[in-house]
């Protein structure tokens, strides 16, 4: 079992920025890819980004690109999600994921274990 726990959400306002971080409890960390989701209300779940265990890939989805960064710390069992110039569009709950396969994953059911979620609101 892996537990995941997810921090660092809030409020900010558009054009600013927000860590959230993902702190991992169980099994040795760096054997699972680890993923951030969101979802907003009334939408579908969707991928933000994620790195892989092992060579520590990392995928990132469109909408993100430039402004969002995932970096994983072994050693603190964490993944971080760097998100700079913030819109109100990317107000949603956000969630990690560890999944125990190989490569970046992009789909929800490829992820094994969840966390409970950490909300971000962007006001605009």
């Known amino acids: 079992q892996v537990q995941l726990v997810e921090s660092g959400g809030g409020v900010v306002q558009a054009g600013g920025s927000l860590r959230l971080s993902c702190a991992a409890s169980?099994?040795?960390?760096?054997?699972?890819?680890v993923g951030w989701f969101r979802q907003a209300p009334g939408k579908e779940h969707e991928l933000v980004a994620t790195t892989s265990r092992g060579d520590e890939s990392t995928y990132y989805a469109a909408f993100v690109k430039g402004r969002f960064t995932i970096s994983r710390d072994n050693t603190q069992n964490t993944v971080y999600l760097q998100m700079n110039s913030l819109k109100p569009e990317d107000t949603a709950v956000y969630s990690c994921?560890?999944?125990?396969?190989?490569?970046?994953?992009?789909?929800?059911?490829?992820?094994?274990?969840w966390g409970q979620g950490t909300q971000v609101t962007v006001s605009s």
């Open positions: 169980g099994r040795t960390f760096s054997n699972y890819g």
């Open positions: 994921a560890a999944t125990s396969r190989l490569f970046v994953r992009a789909r929800a059911d490829e992820y094994e274990y």
